[in-house]
């Protein structure tokens, strides 16, 4: 069964990066979008991304300009760097694993979250 | 695409039946799946390609529609269903949810 282990730090300051990992436990990469997904309080989910385990890549315009997610294929796991961080960027970041088989379009699994605060 | 989902919440009671909908800004077949989300926990999968009800999921759960209406119900409500409920459509990019539905106890 596989299942998405998340990382990263968890308080930031205006204007610093946000970097998070997400590693791939009892599966393959192979035919899968890898994706990133957030939560800011008391606010709707928000898909930031995705990557193909050939490494083409997809975001929401509304993040374009300052999200990259990579694929290290030889540890089994992806990443999501968000420049330039600002308060309206305090949420929980989920990564999740998108499914493009037709008949079977799902996200699952999910990482556990975490939570990131963008603070002074 | 815009996913407008209703209720944003709802109170009801153990045994009642409830209806969620979505509705999608232009027509995205049958690409849409229902997630519910408990606090503190990740969204779980209970129905994709609009209708197909997830390996363990309870039968009480059922989704319906196609294009741009989409029903999720929960047919007799049970304790562990109070939860968030979120619909996700992925027939374009960027990838879209629902608002959510609160489903609280009466």
């Known amino acids: 069964q596989v299942q998405l282990q998340q990382w990263g730090a968890g308080l930031l300051k205006p204007l610093e990066t946000l970097s998070l990992t997400c590693a791939v436990h009892?599966?393959?990469?192979?035919?899968?979008?890898w994706t990133w997904i957030r939560q800011p309080p008391g606010r709707r989910l928000e898909w930031i991304g995705e990557?193909?385990?050939?490494?083409?890549?997809n975001y929401n315009p509304s993040l374009k300009s300052r999200v990259t997610i990579s694929l290290d294929t030889s540890r089994e796991h992806f990443s999501l760097e968000l420049t330039s961080m600002t308060a309206a960027d305090t949420a929980v970041y989920y990564c999740?694993?998108?499914?493009?088989?037709?008949?079977?379009?799902?996200?699952?699994?999910w990482g556990q979250g975490t939570l990131v605060t963008v603070s002074s | 695409i815009q996913m407008t989902q209703s209720p944003s919440s709802l109170s009801a009671s153990v045994g009642d039946r409830v209806t969620i909908t979505c509705r999608a800004s232009?027509?995205?077949?049958?690409?849409i799946g229902w997630y519910q989300q408990k606090p503190g926990k990740a969204p779980e999968r209970l129905i994709y390609?609009?209708?197909s009800l997830q390996s363990g999921v309870p039968s009480r759960f059922s989704g319906s529609g196609s294009g741009t209406e989409f029903t999720l119900t929960i047919s007799s409500l049970q304790p562990e269903d109070f939860a968030t409920y979120y619909c996700l459509q992925h027939n374009s990019y960027p990838r879209t949810f629902g608002q959510g539905t609160k489903v609280e106890i009466k």
């Open positions: 390609v609009a209708s």
């Open positions: 990557i193909s385990h050939i490494g083409s890549t």
């Open positions: 232009q027509d995205i077949r049958d690409d």
């Open positions: 999740a694993r998108f499914s493009p088989f037709v008949g079977y379009n799902w996200f699952d699994p």
């Open positions: 009892g599966g393959s990469l192979s035919g899968y979008y």
